[in-house]
């Protein structure tokens, strides 16, 4: 059973930096692509980083300001934290989908694959 977990919300200042991190066990594909989201109160949710073997793809919202890393899990690092990126963070990972074009098509479409395996979230608060 696939099962995803995020790590390292919290309630920060404007300007600040924060890590989260996911970490992904019961694969038995060797083909996914695994990817950040974020749902503001009221707001779709959203595709912010999305990652494979081949690509890593960042909305043009968050690519200035978002990097992902990876060790023995998935890293999302946000720098020059704004209000505006107040919401909760979850991490997914889609089996069978992999590619140069997984990340952007994951990240933009995510409601279009299955299965698509969802962490529980973590909030992040950003305060001016």
């Known amino acids: 059973q696939v099962q995803v977990m995020e790590s390292g919300g919290g309630s920060v200042q404007a300007g600040e930096s924060l890590r989260l991190s996911c970490t992904v066990s019961?694969?038995?594909?060797?083909?996914?692509?695994v990817g950040w989201f974020r749902q503001a109160p009221g707001k779709e949710r959203e595709g912010v980083s999305c990652?494979?073997?081949e690509v890593t793809y960042y909305s043009d919202d968050v690519k200035d300001r978002f990097a992902v890393s990876r060790s023995s899990a998935y890293h999302l690092n946000i720098s020059s934290l704004k209000p505006d990126d107040t919401a909760m963070y979850y991490c997914a990972v889609a089996v069978g989908i992999g590619g140069n074009e997984a990340g952007r098509l994951l990240c933009s479409n995510y409601r279009f694959f299955t299965p698509v395996y969802w962490g529980q979230g973590v909030p992040v608060t950003v305060s001016s």
């Open positions: 019961g694969l038995t594909s060797d083909v996914y692509t």
């Open positions: 990652l494979n073997d």
